[in-house]
């Protein structure tokens, strides 16, 4: 990257190291092929303002809470672009665009922290979404800035613009929580199976989707959930996909009967949980 060219980037903060070295990853659709986009990851470490504890003593009272640590990627776009064409580029993105925008690099994000979880055997390596993150900016620079995590100009979308798409029924989800809390409910083993497809369909892997829907409707039916055929339809066109999905990629028909199983599971549970 030369200081004399733009690069057009979308960057993420969150509340935690992300995963991955800190460093530069390449991005290539196929072997061979030049990088589509550059990753840079940063993280600083959690720190902390508590004082040991001396035995024989009370502790003192804490003030304050522990610091957290920060994790910082920024998913920066190989091609290089002219001040007039970043700055095109950089109304359209902070217009009706941003969350697409964002959501776009949020996909590639969520592909790296994917594979970093297989390749480091480490389950609890999670993919993040933009709600949760501290800040999100869109913008351009030189190569060295944004390697920095530094711009020349940028856009950061505001907070009502990154926690759009969270689940609305916060009270209903809170009275459930505190159901499950006290003991009057359970979370059925098909609850979480159902929540992974959705993951899995929201980060365009259909294949997985496909697989975790089977097991996921087959442990709804077992539980006695659409037993008047509203779930059970979905069985022949749903293991079909999951057999498909063993052996390659799925057509377009496979993958929305995938995702309208899923979402009708969804709707299920929402009634009934």
Not at 66 to 76: F, H, K, Q
């Amino acid at each position: 990257m030369s200081l004399d060219r733009l690069y057009r980037f979308v960057q993420f903060e969150y509340a935690w190291p992300l995963g991955p070295a800190d460093g530069r990853y390449l991005l290539r659709e196929h072997a061979g092929e030049d990088a589509h986009h550059v990753l840079v990851v940063a993280s600083w470490a959690t720190t902390t303002t508590r004082r040991a504890r001396r035995w024989g003593k009370e502790p003192e009272p804490l003030q304050v809470p522990a610091e957290t640590g920060l994790g910082r990627a920024t998913l920066v776009d190989s091609a290089t672009v002219d001040d007039e064409t970043a700055g095109l580029w950089l109304d359209a993105a902070a217009g009706p665009r941003a969350a697409e925008t964002v959501d776009e690099a949020l996909r590639w994000l969520n592909f790296v922290l994917r594979a970093h979880r297989a390749a480091a055997a480490d389950a609890y390596v999670r993919e993040v979404r933009r709600s949760t993150a501290n800040a999100v900016r869109v913008g351009y620079g030189s190569g060295d800035l944004v390697a920095d995590g530094k711009f020349a100009a940028a856009y950061e979308l505001p907070e009502e613009a990154r926690k759009r798409g969270r689940a609305a029924d916060t009270m209903g989800a809170l009275e459930r929580l505190a159901a499950v809390l006290s003991g009057t409910e359970e979370i059925g083993v098909a609850e979480e199976l159902v929540l992974r497809a959705r993951l899995d369909l929201d980060s365009g892997r259909p294949r997985e989707a496909a697989l975790q829907a089977r097991v996921a409707l087959e442990a709804l039916l077992a539980s006695g959930y659409g037993a008047a055929g509203e779930l059970s339809e979905h069985r022949r066109p749903v293991g079909d996909a999951a057999n498909a999905a063993l052996h390659g990629k799925l057509s377009p028909e496979l993958s929305e009967a995938v995702a309208t199983a899923v979402e009708d599971m969804r709707k299920v549970l929402r009634r009934t949980g």
